[in-house]
Every structure is written in structure tokens, then in C-alpha cells.
């Protein structure tokens, strides 16, 4: 039986924690009794998740940080052993979406994506991989299902969602017999800051929201907690033998032969 507090005396470190699905695993594992380090560039957002956890009767502080910088990533795994005493779960969801194709896309524009997609999946897991040992801890990665499959003028985050998941495999050889489980998680559309931001560049963002819903067999867009549900599942021990998986959770988006669009119940 799941238990409520499975995440009793346990810490983690939640990038991209204040928005979004890093906001909503943050709450989600602060409910289930971890203590967690929130890490995120957007302060206001990130004090905001920190106030609501520990009001609720959980334990949660926020550090300022950007991830795609490695001295940022070193001093954050530093505070969550200096708040908490030790470092058991790794929850890397911080994330941004670009668009263009490889001639379209600036080379500044490519940088960025790839090192706070990927780089900072690097950075912070160089960080706190020595102090995973010590507690046999495990990470969760945020890639997506345009790690799979993708669409037109997407070309850099594609290749940074693609790349992650060779990095989240690497990892899980590399550390399996120190007990580090590595694995990662690829959503369909959800309902963050992100889509929105994706929607309010079409003349009609109503209309990108009903074309996402269409697209998904399940007929509509995730909400964040759905998601953090198999992170939260990933980083407990009911999942003690499952290391370098990708969990699809895209409400059947890549299940039609031709993507074709998901219009009415046969």
C-alpha cells in the first residue's frame, strides 16, 4: 500500500521548481514527507511554491539559481546539504522551448536551449552524483515526447529532449552499482507556463489549446500533478527496480499511425 509519507527523511533538489510541472513535483513530494530545495531562476514564482509547501504543514526552501551555470548548480547541491543534511533525490524539470528550423534558429538561440535543457541536466547531476552515492539516491529527468517524435520548427529543443534521454541511460550504467537509479519522464502536452507561452504566439491561442486536446486520444492536456505523479513514482522505492526508463505519460499522443488527430469516439 502507497504510503502517504514514502518520502519521510528523505531531501530533494527540484530544478525548475517554481512553475509548471517542477512546481507541481515539488508540492507533490513535499506532501509525501521530503524536505525539498527548490531551484529555479524565476524568484517570485519560486518563494511563492516555497511559502505554499510550508504553510501546508511541509519543509521546502528556495535558492536562486541558474542551472545552465555549473558554480550556480555546485552552490545548490551545497544548500540543500547545508539546509538538510544530505541529498537523496534529483528532480531535473527546468526547461524552455524555442522555435525555428537549423537555418532559422540563431546559434545564441541553439546555446541556450541546449544548456538549460541538457547542460544543466549535466551540471547539476556532476554536482550532486557524489552525494547520491552516500545515500543510494535516484534521479528524475524531464524530457518529453519530442524525444520521440517531433514537429516542424523545433529543431533545438528536439535535439536537446533526444539528447537527454541518452544522458539519463549513460547515467543509469554508469552509477547502477552504486545504487543510483537514473531515469526520466516524457509528458505530452500539459497545461504550464510553457504551452501557454507556446499558445499566445498564434493569432487564436484558443485554438492551439483545442488543436493540443485534439492530437491526444485521451482528449485533452494534462495537468501538471498528473505528471508529477510518475516522478514522484520514479523516486520511491516502488519503483526500486526500474532504472534508465523513459515513461511515456502523453495521454495516448504517439499511439495514432500518421499522428492523425484524435476527432470523435468510434
Not at 245 to 254: E, I, N, Q, R
Amino acid at each position: 500500500m502507497e504510503s502517504q509519507l514514502e518520502f519521510e527523511n528523505k531531501v530533494a533538489m527540484v530544478t525548475g521548481g517554481s512553475m509548471g510541472i517542477g512546481s507541481a513535483v515539488s508540492k507533490l513530494l513535499a506532501k509525501r514527507g521530503a524536505r525539498v530545495l527548490i531551484v529555479d531562476r524565476a524568484q517570485v514564482e519560486g518563494l511563492e511554491t516555497t511559502r505554499m509547501i510550508n504553510s501546508t504543514g511541509g519543509v521546502a526552501a528556495f535558492v536562486k539559481a541558474d542551472v545552465s551555470n555549473l558554480e550556480d548548480c555546485q552552490a545548490a547541491v551545497q544548500k540543500a546539504l547545508d539546509f538538510f543534511g544530505r541529498l537523496d533525490i534529483v528532480s531535473n524539470n527546468a526547461g524552455i522551448q524555442r522555435y525555428g528550423t537549423v537555418e532559422s534558429t540563431p546559434e545564441k538561440e541553439w546555446d541556450e536551449v541546449m544548456n538549460i535543457n541538457l547542460k544543466s541536466v549535466f551540471y547539476v547531476c556532476k554536482s550532486a552524483i557524489p552525494h547520491l552515492k552516500k545515500t543510494k539516491g535516484t534521479i528524475v529527468n524531464m524530457t518529453s515526447v519530442q524525444a520521440f517524435a517531433t514537429q516542424r520548427g523545433v529543431a533545438a529543443y528536439t535535439t536537446s529532449k533526444h539528447a537527454l534521454i541518452g544522458l539519463t541511460k549513460s547515467m543509469a550504467i554508469d552509477y547502477a552499482y552504486d545504487g543510483i537509479r537514473v531515469n526520466c519522464v516524457a509528458p505530452g502536452t500539459v497545461d504550464t507556463p510553457m504551452l501557454q507561452y507556446a499558445a499566445s504566439l498564434d493569432p487564436n491561442p484558443e485554438s492551439v489549446y483545442e488543436a493540443c486536446k485534439n492530437m491526444h486520444p485521451l482528449g485533452r492536456i494534462a495537468n501538471p500533478d498528473e505528471i508529477a505523479e510518475v516522478v514522484a513514482f520514479l523516486a520511491s522505492e516502488r519503483a526500486s527496480f526500474v532504472t534508465g526508463a523513459c515513461y511515456l505519460v502523453d495521454g495516448g499522443l504517439l499511439l495514432p499511425i500518421g499522428g492523425e488527430p484524435k476527432t470523435s469516439k468510434d
